[in-house]
């Protein structure tokens, strides 16, 4: 299994950041820079064999990368949980900003074991996380997404403390290609263009983040849904993918940590839908 770690853009602003700061974010920048050009080099050839254990998509028998998916979006009913099918399914990323180079984790902020983090960083930017899934059928024209919901499994926080929310987008597209650097980094102009609408997570208040345990999103139907009305159905085989970032950009910098999907089978992403046919 080949493991890409971070990638970094050269850094920008004057001088180097605060050497004072004591943010977990700060510190793992610093980790992170040193070894951006070998990450970038050994990265080369390795964009589809670094999957999850165990996943598997776009199998004729329907089966999504997990062995509980049950139903088909051809027929309609539930189906899922599906999981990321490949390495670079599943990441995060925050932009070039107060001195702090750009970087882009595709499998693990530290050492490439899928400790991610998203939410604000460096402050006042979105540190977002992006998770792609493969679609085993087709979503026609006419089908109604019931129920959506996306589950992260966690494992740390920083200043979070549950006063916080994230806020959901989907890549406006109908079929995300995989990303490949901090160039896609969502914002005005950019390749990566995510939905008008997005879903607060939670509806109401703060989220308190579970860690270690489940972490699931309140209804994401309404996205999914304005991607088979906008594109005229997503054909089998068709990625989604969800962007996630904090709901408010206050310059506080919280983070919350979550696995992506190097991690294992355990703790990947996982989607589960409930489809009407057409």
Not at 150 to 167: K, V
Not at 211 to 223: K, Y
């Amino acid at each position: 299994m080949a493991w890409l770690g971070c990638f970094s853009e050269s850094y920008l602003g004057p001088g180097d950041p605060d050497a004072g700061s004591t943010t977990r974010a700060d510190a793992s920048d610093d980790a992170a820079s040193g070894d951006a050009t070998d990450a970038a080099d050994a990265s080369a050839g390795s964009s589809t064999d670094a999957g999850t254990s165990g996943a598997s998509t776009g199998s004729d028998d329907g089966s999504t990368g997990s062995d509980d998916t049950v139903g088909s979006t051809g027929d309609g009913g539930s189906f899922g949980p599906l999981t990321p099918g490949d390495n670079l399914d599943d990441g995060a990323m925050y932009p070039a900003a107060q001195g702090y180079s750009a970087h882009w984790y595709p499998s693990g902020e530290d050492n490439a074991d899928g400790h991610q983090y998203l939410g604000q960083f460096p402050n006042g930017a979105q540190y977002y996380a992006y998770i792609r899934f493969e679609l085993p059928a087709a979503l026609p024209a006419g089908a109604v997404v019931e129920h959506a919901t996306l589950e992260l499994a966690g494992h740390d926080e920083y200043a979070w403390g549950g006063a916080y929310a994230l806020r959901v987008w989907v890549q406006d597209t109908p079929d995300a290609p995989v990303v490949s650097g901090t160039s896609d980094y969502p914002q005005d102009g950019g390749a990566v263009v995510l939905s008008d609408d997005s879903v607060r997570w939670p509806e109401l208040g703060g989220l308190p983040w579970q860690q270690p345990g489940p972490n699931a999103t309140p209804d994401l139907a309404p996205l999914l849904q304005s991607l088979v009305d906008t594109h005229g159905g997503l054909a089998a085989g068709a990625h989604v993918q969800f962007w996630i970032g904090e709901d408010v950009l206050d310059g506080s910098g919280e983070e919350v940590g979550w696995f992506d999907s190097i991690a294992g089978q355990e703790h990947a992403p996982r989607l589960t839908l409930r489809v009407s046919p057409p």
